[in-house]
Structures are given as C-alpha cells and as structure tokens.
C-alpha cells in the first residue's frame, strides 16, 4: 500500500541511482546504453541465476530488437546505480563521441562516463484487478493483477491516464541486481527508494484511490525478501 512504504536511507553508496532515459539524442548514444545495459542484466542472470526468472543461456540468444524494446518500454522504468569509472570512457566501438551530448543530458553523461553495478525496474501503473474466481480478499493481493489465465503477465503498452486516474493502481518491481564487488554499500535501498519515489510521484499525479508495489521473488532468496520487507513491500 503507498502509504506503507517505508524511505529507507541507510547506506554509503555516494551516487544517486539514475534514471535510464527512454529516447536518445543520436544512434550511437542508444547503442553504447544498450550495450551497457545488456551487460549488466546478463552478468546478473550469469552470477545468481537462482535470483531470475530469465535464464543467461535464453538471454544471450534474444536478438538486439528484443533488448531495445524492454530498454525502451514506455511501461517500465529503469534506475542505475553507478560508480566511477577505473578506466578512460570507452565503449564497444572505440572511444565516446561527448560531442554527441551536452548539459541537456546530465543523465546521460553520468550513464556513459561511469561504470554501471547495479540495476532495477518498476513496471506499471497498472489498473488493479483480480481473478474472477478470487474472493474478496484479493483486494490484499495486488500480485493477482499480474496473473493471467494462471500465468504472469504484462500489458503491452502503457495504459491511458485518464482511464487510470483515481483509480487502485499497481507496479511490479523487477530485475534488481547489484554486482558482487560493489554490494554492501546500500546500492539496493537506494535503487529500491527511486523506484518507490518514482511510483509515488505518478499515483499522486494520477489522484490514485491505492498503489501497491509487488514484487516477483524466489521464496528462498532471503536477503532479497528482508530487504523487501523492511520496505514494506
Ligand atoms: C540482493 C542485492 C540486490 C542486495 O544488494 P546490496 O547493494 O548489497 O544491498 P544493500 O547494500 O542495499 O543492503 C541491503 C540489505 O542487504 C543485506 N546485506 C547487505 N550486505 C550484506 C552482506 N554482506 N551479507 C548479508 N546481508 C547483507 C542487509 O539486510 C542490508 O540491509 P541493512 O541495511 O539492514 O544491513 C544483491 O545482493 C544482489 O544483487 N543479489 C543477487 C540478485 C538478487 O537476489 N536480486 C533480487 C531478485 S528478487
């Protein structure tokens, strides 16, 4: 419930998480992003492929569309914790062209200039509902929204906002991953606190009735679910 969510600011990880922007000012912006991006979902799916629905070996084989697409949903947004870079800025293709950007993406230059190691996604809104065969305490049960015909599901495009205004509205957080050499530090509250702020700015803007963030974790996973829970989630 948006009311139960807990800020949560402990940590020492000095930089803020950061926004992944969904449109690029040149072709060869979008590409380096997404070849970052690429890169630290499949070094998560690679390092605890017990924490992901996604398997390494399937996402190695998705085609660069595939990636674009989830990169550039307009139902998800993405935040990256980042760290300073070791090494002069490079990509995938030589040395990065900064003439390419300038002050008018600040959040551009922080992704390209810096190293990415952590990673989240929240989806949504999405208009809650229920199963028809759910009773009435599914109105506790936010999750159901994402569950299909018994599968878990997601609109294919952003839902209208004047269909959604007022309304009980759902998110799904995903895809947090923070790499080994850089855990610790409180990277994942603080990519939890943007997605939550993020949540919490749109339902106010759509004069939401209720927002709840779910999540789809292992059961096993405990030190993901404490820190869920010690969010509220
Ligand atoms: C779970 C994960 C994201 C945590 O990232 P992190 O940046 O290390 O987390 P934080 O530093 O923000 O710490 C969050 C909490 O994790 C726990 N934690 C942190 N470091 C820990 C360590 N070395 N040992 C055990 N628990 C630890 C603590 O409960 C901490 O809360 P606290 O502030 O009350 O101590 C990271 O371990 C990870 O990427 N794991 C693999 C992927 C995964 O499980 N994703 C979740 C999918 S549902």
């Given at each position: 419930m948006l009311g139960a969510w807990k800020?949560?600011?402990?940590?020492?990880?000095?930089?803020?998480?950061?926004?992944?922007p969904n449109s690029f000012p040149s072709a060869e912006n979008l590409q380096e992003i997404l070849h970052?991006?690429?890169?630290?979902?499949?070094?998560?799916?690679?390092?605890?492929?017990e924490a992901f629905v996604s398997s390494y070996e399937e996402s190695l084989k998705k085609s660069d569309d595939t990636w674009r697409s989830q990169l550039q949903s307009q139902l998800s947004k993405t935040f990256v914790s980042?760290?300073?870079?070791?090494?002069a800025p490079k990509n995938s293709h030589g040395p990065i062209s900064f003439e390419s950007f300038d002050d008018t993406h600040p959040s551009l230059q922080k992704l390209l200039q810096n190293d990415w190691v952590g990673i989240v996604s929240i989806t949504g809104p999405i208009l809650f509902s229920k199963?028809?065969?759910?009773?009435?305490?599914?109105?506790?049960?936010?999750?159901?929204?994402f569950i299909k015909d018994g599968k878990y599901q997601l609109p294919a495009r952003p839902l209208d906002p004047n269909y959604l205004r007022g309304k009980y509205i759902v998110y799904v957080l995903g895809g947090l991953f923070v790499s080994p050499q850089a855990r610790g530090q409180g990277r994942a509250r603080q990519l939890i606190n943007a997605t939550i702020e993020a949540a919490y700015k749109e339902a106010r803007a759509l004069a939401s009735s209720k927002a709840s963030i779910v999540i789809q974790a292992e059961a096993g996973n405990t030190r993901a679910r404490r820190l869920y829970e010690s969010f509220g989630i």
């Open positions: 800020k949560n600011n402990r940590g020492r990880a000095s930089t803020e998480p950061t926004l992944l970052r991006y690429k890169e630290i979902r499949l070094n998560g799916f690679q390092t605890n492929p980042v760290i300073q870079s070791q090494e199963p028809n065969t759910a009773a009435k305490t599914s109105l506790s049960k936010p999750w159901e929204t």
